[in-house]
């Protein structure tokens, strides 16, 4: 992982995107907010990431089929930690999420920003991916 923490979110929701672009901000961790999906793939070979963080509810992607994508077998962004932090309680979206290397899934409103970032610190410290 590269020296200053990068984080990427893809977030539509721009008051979320904002929130915590400035938690992790104050960290210190570089922050890139998106807010389409095509913009991650941009982000990822431009910029490098070390930890993704999605709304699994986006307007114009897929959530779940971006991380199945980013997760596949041979994927260069396989080892890439991600957290989905959204407002979807589905029990089976859940799951499938875990069983395809989804990191950590949060749902909003059960955690205060302080909270989520601690637990993006944890990941990034582990180094488990």
Same mark, same amino acid.
């Given at each position: 992982m590269s020296e200053k923490q990068h984080i990427c979110i893809l @977030?539509? =929701?721009? $008051? $979320?995107? *904002?929130? +915590?672009?400035?938690?992790? !901000? &104050?960290? *210190?961790?570089?922050?890139?907010?998106? !807010?389409h999906a095509d913009d991650l793939y941009k982000c990822l070979e431009q910029e490098g990431v070390d930890l993704f963080i999605v709304d699994i509810e *986006? @307007? =114009? +992607? &897929?959530?779940k089929e971006l991380i199945e994508k980013l997760k596949a077998p041979g994927s260069a962004h396989r080892s890439l930690p991600i957290v989905i932090l959204t407002r979807v309680k589905d029990r089976e979206v859940?799951?499938?999420m875990m069983r395809i290397g989804v990191n950590a899934y949060l749902f909003k409103g059960h955690f205060v920003p302080n909270e989520v970032v601690e637990k993006v610190q944890r990941i990034l410290d582990s180094g488990v991916v």
């Open positions: @977030e539509n =929701d721009p $008051f $979320f995107a *904002g929130l +915590y672009a400035r938690k992790f !901000e &104050s960290r *210190g961790w570089k922050t890139t907010v998106i !807010e *986006g @307007e =114009d +992607y &897929s959530a859940v799951q499938r």
